[in-house]
């Protein structure tokens, strides 16, 4: 059997027996310049693990703990909370008749939807960082369940905005999502991993399209009136959150080794300060570049949930149940569109880098954005309709490929960062509705066609993203002989003094793990050449 390619002190390949799935991607790529250590405590993980204990395979049809059900919790439970958010856009049509909504009502309860999640995704950022995952998860599920009940009881254009903007404080769980399998899978394929678990929670954008108008209706059929169903449609929505948190109390665990109190209180992790964690994330001015750019590919989708089912609706006078289901094919693409995304930065960085993984974003974007302009300009149904879906396909791969880029901006801040990149999904797509979609300024159409303008521009600032041990699309790595070193980009989060207490090994544990980013050609200019000669003894 190959030893693995990072050669770190602790690697594992535990679990590789006849018996493992077959499906399953995995970080192995070749045979290591390093000798491997038996790590004893990896016994008891399943899957091969690396020196901090992440997985380095990724098995989809596996709900092995913690690493696979870790996964799964994470990705239904964002996958639930989508579904909770927008369940109105489907049944707009009949709401706005139920509560005489105007179209600067609708407007405003689209932006209201998604701008509480500004808030709770920078606080989830915190939670996950001091608290954990778990906890994070189940109590964004819990607390906003009552808030989904909620709907069923407004009466008028006032409560309709302010519940719907309560809901929306559960999209915060994408960040915990995010952060649960960042800390449970590898680099070298975190990427796929992360589109994965992103790009099935964002489905729950094209399920709701189908599962409410469908509930609807049979509520309807049960003899209920138009009026009363839609109201009696969110409790099916409110019912699967609160089952979800609880199976993420019950199932879940934080880390690998364990649940971060647990490890807290044995002395095995270090309590973090917040206000360390927070001056590393908000100074890193990568930070900011990845917030902006996740405003214009993850916001840029959560606008298109709230619009294109009306869109579809008025343009091309469809039935309600038709436009929902052409409305549904745009989230149902994250099914395979986040994951392509994902891998293709993950196939980019064992090529060229971290250099490979940034302008496969900034390509995927771009390309997505186009394609939203044609959108907006189509004049047909199937001329709207394949411009869309290739948008769709754009802008959520491109999603995927951005969390392939943000786990390595910071080791010792990943919630938080991760927090705040998630909030620029949502800041964006309150922007994006303000200025086009929530007054009759323009058309559906005109601002569909500006917002896709709009994210062409907003996505070049990817060019300027630097990593002084890798560079960026355009620069190569720094030359110097320090700042060159992962060791030490990743080590520069601690002072000296928290050196030396070891605060900072798993940072660089981290690093070690991190040098596949250098790209092939790099990391075999680093293989030391043999020697050749006569030993001395002969």
């Known amino acids: ?10 690697s594992s390949l535990h679990g590789a027996t006849a ?10 790529d070749g045979p290591s310049s390093q000798a491997i250590r ?4 990896a016994a008891k ?11 380095k395979v990724f098995r989809p049809l596996s709900f092995a703990k913690p690493h696979m059900r870790a996964f799964h919790l994470g990705w239904i439970s964002f996958f639930t909370c989508f579904i909770s958010t927008f369940a109105a856009a489907p049944l707009v049509p009949v709401i706005r008749d139920n509560l005489d909504l105007t179209k600067t009502d609708i407007g405003n309860a689209g932006v209201a939807s998604v701008s509480g999640a500004i808030f709770s995704r920078l606080a989830m950022g915190a939670v ?18 009552p808030a989904v009940f909620s709907m069923s009881f407004v009466s008028d254009a006032g409560s309709y905005l302010a519940v719907r903007f309560m809901i929306g404080f559960c999209l915060a769980t994408f960040v915990s999502c995010q952060y649960w399998t960042s800390v449970m899978f590898t680099g070298k394929i975190i990427g796929l991993v992360n589109g994965c678990a992103g790009g099935w929670g964002d489905m729950g954008g094209g399920v709701t399209q189908l599962l409410m108008p469908m509930v609807y209706h049979v509520i309807k059929v049960a003899g209920a009136t138009p009026f009363t169903a839609w109201r009696f449609a969110f409790f099916i929505p409110g019912f699967l959150q609160i089952i979800m948190g609880i199976l993420v109390l019950t199932l879940g665990q934080d880390l690998p080794d364990g649940n971060l109190s647990t490890l807290q209180k044995s002395g095995q992790v270090s309590k973090d300060k917040f206000s360390k964690v927070f001056w590393f994330a908000v100074k890193n001015y990568r930070t900011w570049i990845l917030f902006v750019l996740y405003g214009f590919s993850m916001g840029v ?6 619009v294109i089912s009306g869109y579809f609706y008025d343009r091309f006078h469809l039935t309600l149940h ?4 052409i409305a549904a094919s745009f989230g149902m693409a994250n099914f395979f569109a986040r994951p392509f995304g994902g891998y293709a930065s993950d196939v980019a960085a064992r090529l060229f880098g971290m250099r490979g993984r940034l302008w496969t974003l900034w390509i995927l974007q771009t390309v997505g954005a186009l394609f939203c302009i044609w959108l907006g300009r189509a004049s047909t149904l199937p001329i709207a309709i394949l411009a869309m879906m290739l948008f769709s396909i754009g802008t959520q791969a491109a999603c995927g ?28 797509s309150g922007v994006t509705q303000l200025l086009f979609f929530s007054s009759s300024r323009f058309s559906t159409a005109e601002g569909l066609s500006l917002m896709g303008v709009m994210a062409v521009v907003c996505t070049i600032p990817v060019a300027f993203i630097h990593f002084p041990q890798w560079g960026s699309m355009f620069l190569r790595p720094s030359q110097h002989e320090e700042r060159s070193k992962e060791e030490h980009y990743y080590g520069g989060e601690w002072t000296e003094e928290e050196k030396s207490l070891g605060l900072h090994e798993g940072s660089i544990k981290f690093a070690e793990n991190s040098r596949s980013e250098r790209g092939r050609k790099a990391m075999l200019a680093d293989i030391p050449t043999p020697q050749t000669g006569t030993p001395a003894h002969v």
């Not at 018996?19 to 192995?28: G, I, L, P, W």
């Not at 038709?322 to 289901?325: D, F, N, W, Y």
């Open 1 to 10: 059997m190959a030893p693995s390619e990072d050669g770190s002190i602790g």
């Open 19 to 28: 018996r493992e799935q077959v499906f399953s991607f995995s970080a192995e």
């Open 38 to 41: 038996s790590d004893i405590s």
């Open 45 to 55: 993980f399943a899957i091969p693990v690396d020196s901090e204990h992440r997985a």
């Open 128 to 145: 996950c960082d001091l608290l954990g995952a778990r906890y994070g998860t189940a109590f964004s599920l819990l607390l906003s369940a």
């Open 301 to 306: 989708e959560l606008t298109i949930n709230n």
């Open 322 to 325: 038709t436009a929902g289901i």
């Open 401 to 428: 490929a951005l969390f392939g880029v943000a786990p390595f901006v910071s080791r010792r801040s990943l919630g938080l960062i991760s927090g705040l990149t998630g909030a620029g999904g949502n800041f964006g």
